[in-house]
């Protein structure tokens, strides 16, 4: 598969090397944690919580062939953004609650539990009958290019990669009301939904109070 996918208005969208983690860490720094609804509302540095495993759990993605990078030709390369996406096994779904179950009460720790309850329950692999989803985990597009359909350019070409690996779906799990919005318009269903306000912790309080219009997590899916 070529590494250069899709060039256009002077951005060209490729395949993320191990080499590009540095410059989109701290891209993400500056552009995803402030601005993803459930890190954003928390009042916390998430991009510290968990900072070692992250990185490595973003690397393993990374050296799979399976993340993309949207760059400006025009500006020196400047990263404009980024899909981090995997594979994920029908294990993953026990290995992801043992370690949700581990880790601290900060919001990368809360929105693990989050996740991987939702996932347990809707459990793709055994709905779609497939033994591999490519997990589209964090899309990210610099502030100056939103409402640009870079997001959706990034998503598609993440299809086509998908496809070219033999992927059967591929899931993305929106916090976001936009990013559920863009990838609807793209041809992704929403299989659950669940509304923020309805998520509470064992003492009865609403764990995530995201900014409107964010109030549900949404799981899209498409069929590759």
Not at 128 to 133: E, H, Q
Not at 183 to 207: P, R
Request: glycine content about 8%; some cysteine; aromatic content about 8%.
């Amino acid at each position: 598969m070529p590494t250069e996918l899709d060039s256009k208005d002077g951005i060209l969208i490729r395949i993320m090397t191990v080499a590009d983690y540095q410059p989109v860490k701290i891209f993400m720094g500056g552009n995803f944690y402030n601005g993803e609804p459930l890190c954003a509302s928390s009042g916390e540095d998430v991009q510290k919580c968990y900072e070692k495993e992250n990185d490595e759990y973003h690397i393993s993605m990374i050296e799979q062939g399976t993340c993309l990078l949207a760059v400006d030709e025009n500006n020196g390369g400047r990263i404009v953004g980024l899909v981090l996406a995997g594979a994920q096994f029908p294990s993953d779904l026990e290995k992801h609650r043992k370690e949700a179950a581990a880790m601290e009460p900060n919001t990368w720790g809360r929105i693990a539990v989050f996740l991987s309850k939702i996932e347990i329950e809707i459990n793709l692999f055994e709905r779609y009958g497939v033994s591999k989803i490519l997990y589209s985990h964090i899309t990210n597009v610099d502030a100056s290019m939103r409402g640009k359909g870079l997001g959706s350019r990034l998503a598609a070409a993440l299809m086509e990669v998908g496809r070219s690996k033999g992927f059967p779906i591929m899931v993305a799990y929106c916090s976001s009301y936009y990013s559920a919005r863009q990838k609807e318009a793209l041809g992704m269903e929403c299989v659950y939904s669940i509304a923020y306000a309805d998520y509470k912790d064992a003492s009865g309080q609403v764990v995530f109070k995201p900014a409107a219009p964010h109030t549900h997590l949404r799981v899209m899916v498409i069929k590759l």
